[in-house]
């Protein structure tokens, strides 16, 4: 595991400047149907049990915003995003992990998901966001969450999040087991999964 030199506000070798927002994604868009719409969090909780809101209970969980860049692999970068939403520090307080927990996958719509470190996940600038600049996010960019977190490369936070898995043990997620880097680190440029070292990832 490489040391980690992140700097907010700043472009990480071989990423530009993108005007505008792309849409990046692998498959259809999801449609949102309110009423059978749940964020659950499972796995290996504190207390065993698994935690769900539906979307209006979920919408009133406390509102945080956050300052973030937002990298993706294919070499655009956006830096200095404001990002409303559920902090994860909020998700892990009111479902908290056992204490073996070391790792998350973060599930989505199509059973799409990615795999973070606890320590990444739980990072002060994560956030399951629901707007960008204070508006809504539009269906192509996630909504009604993605997750966000500014220090990894963009595909280690999906759109449409659906749930949290809490594991004792690190698993690849979608992207993880397709060739990119199992940690995503911009800073070392983690883009693909050849180049991790020893310990970054479990085999392929
Ligand atoms: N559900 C889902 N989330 C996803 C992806 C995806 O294919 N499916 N792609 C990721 C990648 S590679 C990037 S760069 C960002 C793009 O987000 P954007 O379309 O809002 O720019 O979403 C990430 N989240
Ligand atoms: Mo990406």
């Known amino acids: 595991m490489g040391q980690s030199e992140r700097r907010e506000g700043e472009l990480p ?16 868009v999801p449609r ?9 969090v499972f796995g290996a909780t504190a207390d065993g049990g698994k935690r769900a809101w539906g979307h209006e209970e979920f919408a009133a969980l406390p ?12 070499r655009f970068s956006m830096l200095g995003v404001e990002w409303g939403g559920v902090s994860t520090a909020e998700i892990l307080r009111l479902a908290p992990p056992a204490p073996d927990v070391t790792h998350v996958m973060v ?16 990072d002060p600038r994560s956030i ?11 269906a192509e960019h ?7 977190v500014p220090h990894l490369y963009a595909w280690k936070g999906p759109k ?5 898995e809490y594991m004792t043990s690190d698993r690849r997620g979608f992207w993880e087991e397709r060739g990119y880097h199992n940690i995503g680190d911009p800073w070392n440029e983690q883009r693909y999964s050849y180049q991790e070292e020893p310990g970054d990832g479990p085999e392929l």
């Open 32 to 40: 949102f149907k309110p009423e059978r719409w749940e964020f659950q």
């Open 107 to 122: 599930w989505a719509e199509y059973g799409f998901s990615s795999n973070l470190r606890l320590a990444d996940f739980a």
């Open 63 to 74: 509102y945080a915003t956050v300052m973030g860049d937002f990298h993706c692999v294919t």
């Open 13 to 28: 070798p071989g990423q530009r400047l993108q005007r505008g927002w792309p849409v990046t994604h692998y498959g259809p």
């Open 142 to 148: 996630g909504f009604p969450v993605r997750l966000i």
């Open 128 to 138: 399951f966001a629901t707007h960008r600049g204070g508006e809504p996010l539009t």
């Open 160 to 164: 449409w999040v659906r749930g949290v």
